[in-house]
Structures are given as structure tokens and as C-alpha cells.
Nanobody, 120 residues
Framework: QVQLVESGGGLVQAGGSLRLSCAAS????????MGWYRQALGKQREWVAT???????NYADSVKGRFTISRDNAKNTVYLQMNSLKPEDTAVYYC??????????????WGQGTQVTVSS
């Protein structure tokens, strides 16, 4: 089992920045992919970014160039630096971890979510 705990959400004005953290514990040796999803009120959960155990990254087009995902393997922690935030980035952000990938059906573990609110 793997436990994921997010932190760093909050309220920020448009154009501002936030950094989310996700600390993993438990059987982390089994995890090859970590990343973030988000879910806005009334909408489906959508993928945001992925980072592999080797450091390869991928981003959704909606956040490319504004968000940066990184990881500290020694701390089993993944970060999401979010810059130039827009009101449409408002959502609950979920940390996700998977053994074989990070497509929605491949996610093995979810965090509890952290709220990000961007005011206009």
C-alpha cells in the first residue's frame, strides 16, 4: 500500500503562483509514475501532469508552459509549481501514483485532494 498526502493548496489571485506537494509513504518502491489530476466543480477529473521515476515529464496542453512537475526521490515527494494561474485552474488537485502509467484507469493510489482557488 502507498499513502499520498497533498499540501500547498489555497487562494491566490489570477497571475499568481502556488506550489503543491505530495508526500508518498509505504511501498513506494512499486511506484513508477506520479502526477496530478484536478477536478473542478461539476466537471470530470482531468489529468494535469506526470513524472516518471526517471524524471520524464508530460503535461496537459492547458497547463503546458505554466506548470512544472518535479520530484525529490530521497523524500518520496512530488511537487507541482503552478505559475500564471488563471481562474479556470480553480479545482481540487489530486496527487496520483501508478505502477504502469498514470492514465485514469492506471492510477493505483489517490491522495485526498487539496483545493486551489484562483480569483479574478
Amino acid at each position: 500500500q502507498v499513502q499520498l498526502v497533498e499540501s500547498g493548496g489555497g487562494l491566490v489571485q489570477a497571475g499568481g503562483s502556488l506550489r503543491l506537494s505530495c508526500a508518498a509513504s509505504g511501498s513506494t518502491f512499486s511506484i513508477n509514475y506520479m502526477g496530478w489530476y484536478r477536478q473542478a466543480l461539476g466537471k470530470q477529473r482531468e489529468w494535469v501532469a506526470t513524472i516518471s521515476s526517471y524524471g520524464a515529464t508530460n503535461y496537459a496542453d492547458s497547463v503546458k508552459g505554466r506548470f512544472t512537475i518535479s520530484r525529490d526521490n530521497a523524500k518520496n515527494t512530488v511537487y507541482l509549481q503552478m505559475n500564471s494561474l488563471k481562474p479556470e485552474d480553480t479545482a481540487v488537485y489530486y496527487c496520483a501514483a501508478g505502477r504502469a502509467g498514470l492514465g485514469y484507469l492506471q492510477v493505483d493510489y489517490w491522495g485526498q485532494g487539496t483545493q486551489v482557488t484562483v480569483s479574478s
